[in-house]
């Protein structure tokens, strides 16, 4: 079996007419959220078209871009797999939006990945290796929202206006959370736009936000995904049916998105 790597270069010369758009490249663009995308990527106020990934790769601050020492080297390499392909050759990579505030517990991150054929994938971040951000998933516990669903809110409310085509929204572990969240609490008018949402080992929400109107309105609509001893989908309250994923780590390991085995 292949890793997300060997995905993206195995159907490097495949479009998406070839091999229409599927779960994995969601996981792809969810694990390249965890890129440090500041002063090259457009934010959530722009108004052009985006970058290619060509141009994120020729970069004068390419090396910044993977500021998560703990998969700075294997995130290169899936991004030189995507740069230059036939496959994502043609995507633009717009509006990233990144705050982080240490006093108010806040690390948020999002970034919208537009297709060839005008629909986008709008993939948010999980936790970075800061006790901010872990000090936010803590507040989960007891808290609806935190800072990053609100933000995650607004954020897909400005972003979806600009948007011609359909939306997917995903994301791993935390960006899992914010993406069913988002898409349960946006405005009708995005939500009419959102035709799937793909967490990857997220983990769970309040029990009150799992009874609300408008998650069970979106239930209907969420693929979650799961390693077969996740630690993490399975914390709070979860109601979604998900699917099983076979990892090659064991224990917190398999938590990793670069150890789950993928159909090529």
């Not at 159907?11 to 694990?31: Q, R, W």
């Not at 440090?36 to 457009?42: A, C, T």
């Not at 995507?82 to 705050?99: T, W």
Request: aromatic residues 10%; charged residues 25%; proline residues 3%.
């Amino acid at each position: 079996m292949a890793d997300i790597i060997d995905y993206a270069l195995l159907n490097a010369h495949k479009d998406f007419d070839t091999l229409p758009y599927s779960k994995i490249d969601s996981l792809v663009f969810s694990e390249l959220a965890y890129l440090s995308f500041d002063n090259i990527v457009p934010d959530s106020k722009s108004r052009g078209k985006g970058l290619l990934f060509s141009d994120i790769a020729e970069s004068e601050n390419y090396e910044a871009l993977f500021s998560l020492e703990r998969t700075a080297e294997r995130n290169k390499k899936l991004l030189n797999a995507v740069a230059y392909s036939k496959r994502y050759g043609k995507v633009l990579v717009n509006y990233y939006e990144n705050i982080f505030d240490i006093e108010k517990d806040t690390q948020f991150c999002a970034i919208t990945f537009i297709l060839p054929n005008g629909d986008a994938c709008i993939a948010f971040r999980g936790t970075d290796s800061t006790i901010t951000g872990w000090k936010e998933n803590f507040n989960m516990l007891f808290t609806s929202p935190v800072a990053a669903q609100s933000h995650s809110v607004i954020y897909i409310n400005t972003v979806a206006k600009k948007i011609r085509g359909n939306i997917i929204l995903t994301g791993h572990s935390k960006g899992g959370n914010l993406a069913i969240y988002s898409g349960s609490m946006c405005s009708p008018i995005v939500k009419n736009k959102i035709v799937e949402i793909q967490a990857f080992d997220s983990p769970g929400f309040t029990k009150e936000f799992i009874e609300s109107k408008e998650h069970t309105e979106t239930e209907k609509i969420i693929r979650k995904f799961m390693p077969e001893e996740s630690l993490v989908g399975v914390l709070l309250n979860n109601r979604e049916q998900y699917r099983i994923i076979k990892s090659e780590g064991s224990g917190i390991m398999q938590h990793d998105p670069f150890l789950w085995q993928v159909d090529t």
